[in-house]
């Protein structure tokens, strides 16, 4: 029996024997094989047509704003506008009742006249003494008596004068009227109200076109514009502003740069600019944030590479290139501004060169790759 069990266990074992022996040659061809180098994808690094832009979070400001007040008392008795209406300068706002304002305009002419006929009395009775005066028949006491009386109802004259004057101004206050163009906001009283210098802002009224963008800009920023502005012939080249809306889209219209803030601030280090932007639609309102571009008028030629390549480190930023050779190269790069969805560069690499945006985080410097050219982002 145990030989017969022998004779069956011997191939059984052979079986194994065999096995192990082609497992284990399996491994080490394994072991002796070379990885595969990792596969990246890279973009060349071109020359492209750009126009340098800065972007900053500004806000918007009407040009002018004027709060309506009432300048004498008394109580509303016209309305003559609708709240959020657009308005010229002069049109009729208010109007306070004018009985009373009449009333002392009519007693303010009345006394006017009774002091022009005083005048023109003394001045009939200074002359006459005078002539008598002149042949002695009348003492010297009696013609200084008259000259002092002339020289009384001419100045009752300019006084009674200055309150005509304002009386008339006076009645004038009754109708508010609109000292600027632009829209109108709420009315705070209503007909029939009281109102004096005391009531505060009746409502406000706020230019609308052109209006203002507002937005800082730190010291550095000014001088890489001042420095973008400047072209071969010494000159400035023009610059836009443009506007990004709060719903993302870019505002139609340009502006004009007009005012650059004489100070800087502190604590910032930044200073204010300021832009004039037309604004026929009334699309943009007063204290509406929105993002100011600066952009130059001209495109010139300048490299760029793909955002998406660009790495920061503590030591700043850079990107892997990958050489003649397909090894990975590290790159320290200097950058200027974004455009869309590439980045200027001003120094580290060259026209033509492969830039890795896919894959960035299976290589390092050195290591030979596979190399995928990606199609460009227009492409």
């Not at 071109?46 to 009432?70: L, Y």
């Not at 660009?310 to 290139?321: F, K, N, P, T």
């Not at 690499?349 to 596979?370: L, M, S, T």
């Amino acid at each position: 029996m145990s030989n017969g069990h022998g004779f069956r266990l011997r191939p059984l074992l052979a079986v194994c024997f065999a096995v192990a022996f082609l497992s284990a040659c399996d491994e080490k061809k394994n072991a002796a094989a070379p990885p595969a180098n990792p596969a990246v994808g890279v973009r060349l690094a071109a020359m492209k047509g750009v126009s340098q832009s800065f972007e900053f979070v500004g806000h918007i400001k009407a040009t002018d704003k004027v709060d309506v007040r009432a300048r004498i008392e008394g109580f509303l008795e016209k309305i003559a506008f609708r709240e959020g209406q657009d308005l010229k300068a002069g049109d009729l706002l208010y109007q306070i009742e004018k009985v009373q304002f009449q009333a002392q305009v009519d007693q303010a002419k009345a006394n006017l006249a009774s002091a022009e006929a005083e005048a023109t009395n003394a001045q009939l009775q200074y002359a006459r003494q005078y002539e008598l005066s002149r042949h002695q028949f009348s003492p010297q006491a009696t013609v200084d008596q008259n000259k002092a009386a002339l020289d009384t109802a001419r100045a009752k004259v300019l006084q009674t004068q200055a309150a005509l004057t304002q009386a008339q101004v006076n009645l004038d206050y009754t109708d508010i009227r609109a000292p600027i163009a632009g829209r109108i906001g709420r009315t705070v009283y209503t007909l029939g109200n009281l109102v004096n210098p005391a009531s505060g802002v009746l409502a406000t009224i706020v230019s609308q076109d052109p209006i203002y963008v507002l937005f800082p800009v730190s010291v550095r920023d000014l001088e890489i514009i001042r420095e973008a502005r400047r072209n071969e012939e010494g000159g400035l080249a023009k610059i836009d502003i443009r506007l990004r809306l709060p719903n993302g889209q870019e505002y139609a219209h340009r502006g004009v740069w007009n005012l650059t803030d004489p100070q800087v601030d502190q604590q910032t280090d930044t200073l204010i600019m300021r832009a004039v932007m037309p604004n026929p639609e009334r699309q943009l309102i007063d204290g509406e944030f929105v993002t100011a571009i600066i952009r130059e008028r001209r495109e010139a030629p300048r490299l760029v590479v793909p955002q998406a390549s660009v790495q920061i480190d503590q030591s700043g930023r850079y990107v892997l290139v990958v050489d003649d050779q397909n090894k990975v190269e590290q790159r320290r790069i200097e950058t200027g501004p974004n455009q869309g969805t590439d980045v200027v560069v001003t120094s580290g690499v060259k026209d033509g060169e492969k830039v890795i945006v896919d894959g960035i985080q299976k290589v390092r410097p050195g290591q030979a790759v596979q190399v995928t050219e990606l199609p460009t982002a227009g492409g």
